[in-house]
T-cell receptor
Framework: DAGVTQSPTHLIKTRGQQVTLRCSPK?????VSWYQQALGQGPQFIFQ???????QRGNFPDRFSGHQFPNYSSELNVNALLLGDSALYLC???????????????FGPGTRLTVT | AQKVTQAQTEISVVEKEDVTLDCVYE???????LFWYKQPPSGELVFLIR??????QNEISGRYSWNFQKSTSSFNFTITASQVVDSAVYFC????????????????FGKGTHLIIQP
């Protein structure tokens, strides 16, 4: 049973550039959420995708955007990178299906983004 | 707005001691979910437990136990006979139930408690 996978593992970008991070959910899951975790802090919710639409969004600027594909995998895009965007980006998956919704979110290993 | 507070930034105990991690939450919803996650040095968050707001029954799983008290808005986590492998950062998190359409909201995390178990 494949867990949540994310790519790449590490990434170094320059301020002002754009970055795309990828996530494949746990087998059988249909909902993907993205989180940003700064060093020494708890993860902060960016947004959640379900049925290929952004379902809920946290307090992040429009520079952060995403997409979900028909196979439930997802991308997180960040434009005009700032130094403050350096963080661990975590993807989590869950299941939202009438009658069998699981409220647990299972996390991937994360992508460590460094902006210089 | 929802909020999770983990007042203990760091706890250090000697192996085999019992240790309790505190979690206090705030929410206006009557239906919500509480979670504990473990984050070892590798960085991946590991799910430990979920509790529904309408189920205040405490739970025990091996050396782990959780005490949920709605009256004090607390969801504390106790490790009995701690082991070095328990060393990690532990996060308490809250999720509110979405409206029609089901599913749960994104998680609101506390700042975490760094637990150090010394041999």
């Amino acid at each position: 049973d494949a867990g949540v996978t994310q790519s790449p593992t590490h990434l170094i970008k320059t301020r002002g550039q754009q970055v795309t991070l990828r996530c494949s959910p746990k087998s059988g899951h249909d909902t993907v959420s993205w989180y940003q975790q700064a060093l020494g802090q708890g993860p902060q919710f960016i947004f959640q995708y379900y049925e290929e639409e952004e379902r809920q969004r946290g307090n992040f600027p429009d520079r952060f955007s995403g997409h979900q594909f028909p196979n439930y995998s997802s991308e997180l895009n960040v434009n005009a990178l700032l130094l403050g965007d350096s963080a661990l980006y975590l993807c989590a998956s869950s299941l939202n299906l009438a009658g069998v919704t699981s409220y647990e979110q299972y996390f991937g290993p994360g992508t460590r983004l460094t902006v210089t | 707005a929802q909020k999770v507070t983990q007042a203990q930034t760091e706890i250090s105990v000697v192996e085999k001691e019992d240790v309790t991690l505190d979690c206090v939450y705030e929410t206006r919803d009557t239906t919500y979910y509480l979670f504990w996650y473990k984050q070892p040095p590798s960085g991946e968050l590991v799910f430990l437990i979920r509790r529904n707001s309408f189920d205040e029954q405490n739970e025990i799983s091996g050396r782990y136990s959780w005490n949920f008290q709605k009256s004090t808005s607390s969801f504390n986590f106790t490790i009995t006979a701690s082991q070095v492998v328990d060393s990690a950062v532990y996060f308490c998190a809250l999720s509110e139930a979405q409206g029609s359409g089901g599913g749960a909201d994104g998680l609101t995390f506390g700042k975490g408690t760094h637990l150090i178990i010394q041999p």
